[in-house]
């Protein structure tokens, strides 16, 4: 059992305050409550997003809905085979009247970048994504620029099954804070998608009654990142991420399945997660439950399967549905 002192309490901002946004969210996507979840756990957790799942589920529709209610700039670009670099980073232009070059800045400079179908583009386009993604830079020629404050990508992609995609890079996948699985949609959920594309049809979609300032989102950023997690949580985290790496030493089956552990981002993304997670959740410290929540979506990307795994059927989240039973909670 956790023993939390009054001092180590430290909420000062109500959930309450991304109503709107959750408000917004929920009447332009019907169900897919998880994705929703990890929207705004990596929104507060200054992390990137990747969301996978087959055509038409609604992963678009609701990374747009995100960025119609948050103060700032979208850009939405599609990746396809012929993507150059440049489209993303921006490119030198010269300037006749000026006699100089001047430096056109591309989609990255924007808040929120959707990257729609991201593994539809070659290695050369998703290695300029990765500096962006890890250092919040870019580099053109000899001269670095620094993106916004608020940046943010949400990137969708395909099942790698689907003809036509490629597979993205370990490094470029590390640097995603989340990968979320969207499923189809139940039988109900589906009826009102029915529903709500006939209204939709008939009236234009309502803005939000109010955007999140981006002030207000950093001090919200601040808020969670200040929520008491016990140092045995922490030791919590550091087994789990351990375990993927040294699976023999906890299950014969995890030591079959996993050819490579998580990395230590894995570790920093767990309590990054854990603490959105929670403040999300109204609580005022972070619990063992907030960790294995928000577990799946920050290890799936993280953790690759060994051949004989693979032909048994075990899939990530089987792994690390077993990950969580084996390792003890303090």
């Known amino acids: 059992m956790l023993n939390v002192s009054s001092q180590a309490i430290s909420r000062h901002i109500d959930p309450s305050v991304l109503d709107g946004v959750r408000a917004h969210l929920a009447s332009r996507v019907i169900g897919q409550r998880e994705l929703i979840d990890s929207m705004l756990i990596c929104l507060l957790s200054q992390g990137h997003l990747l969301v996978e799942g087959m055509p038409g589920l609604a992963k678009t529709t609701a990374v747009k809905s995100l960025a119609e209610a948050i103060e700032g700039n979208f850009h939405r670009i599609q990746f396809t085979p012929d993507l ?23 989609p990255l400079f924007h808040n929120i970048l959707l990257a729609d179908e991201v593994n539809r583009a070659p290695a050369k386009v998703q290695s300029a994504l990765l500096e962006a993604m890890g250092e919040h830079q870019v580099t053109v020629g000899l001269q670095t620029y620094t993106l916004p404050r608020l940046f943010m ?27 979320v699985w969207v499923d189809y949609p139940n039988r109900e959920e589906e009826l009102a998608i029915l529903d709500l594309d006939s209204k939709q049809q008939l009236n234009t979609p309502e803005p939000p009654a109010r955007k999140l300032a981006q002030e207000e989102l950093y001090r919200v950023r601040e808020d969670a990142a200040k929520l008491y997690l016990d140092p045995k949580l922490n030791n919590y985290i550091v087994d789990l991420v351990q375990a993927s790496r040294r699976p023999g030493a906890y299950d014969a089956d995890l030591k079959r399945w996993c050819r490579f552990g998580a990395s230590p981002r894995a570790t920093i993304a767990l309590a990054r997660c854990s603490r959105a997670r929670a403040w999300l959740d109204g609580d005022e410290f972070v619990a063992p439950h907030h960790i294995q929540a928000v577990a799946p979506d920050v290890l799936r990307h993280r953790i690759l399967l060994t051949f004989e795994g693979e032909a048994e059927g075990v899939t990530t989240t089987d792994f690390i549905r077993r990950l969580l039973e084996v390792v003890a909670i303090p």
């Open 153 to 179: 990508v949400l990137a969708t992609q395909n099942p790698i099954e689907q003809e036509g995609t490629y597979h993205l890079p370990e490094a470029q996948l590390d640097r995603f804070l989340m990968h």
């Open 84 to 106: 150059l670099p440049s489209d993303l980073i921006g490119t030198d232009i010269y300037r006749h009247e000026k006699g100089e070059f001047e430096f056109r800045p591309g």
